[in-house]
Nanobody, 122 residues
Framework: QVQLLESGGGLVQAGDSLRLSCAAS????????MGWFRQAPGKEREFVAA????????YYADSVKGRFTISRDNAKNTVYLEMNSLKPEDTAVYYC???????????????WGQGTQVTVSS
């Protein structure tokens, strides 16, 4: 079963950029579609972006479209989330997750990382 470990979170100012990484181990990474989700304090976990196994299909939440980019490197067993023009409302714990297909709902993902905190100050 694949294990996921996120990194790259931190404290930044509005307008800054961050790149999150999610390293996979213990499975065949190219067999999994991957997604990024986030959860802010007091709110439900929400979809951010997803990428198919071959990276041929990409999906984004409307709130991040045009600012965030999801990508993957199957040779490095890693999925990335490039976040530009960050806003205070992007503040959340960001999770990566693995699924059979690229989905926009959390219910379809069966393996999750521990999360990495992103805080955007105004």
């Amino acid at each position: 079963q694949v294990q996921l470990l996120e990194s790259g979170g931190g404290l930044v100012q509005a307008g800054d950029s961050l790149r999150l990484s999610c390293a996979a181990s213990g499975g065949t990474f190219s067999n999994y579609a991957m997604g990024w989700f986030r959860q802010a304090p007091g709110k439900e976990r929400e979809f951010v972006a997803a990428i198919s196994r071959s990276a041929g299909r990409l999906y984004y939440a409307d709130s991040v479209k045009g600012r965030f980019t999801i990508s993957r490197d199957n040779a490095k067993n890693t999925v990335y989330l490039e976040m530009n023009s960050l806003k205070p409302e992007d503040t959340a714990v960001y999770y990566c997750a693995a699924a059979k297909f690229a989905l926009t709902t959390a219910a379809g993902y069966y393996q999750w990382g521990q999360g990495t905190q992103v805080t955007v100050s105004s």
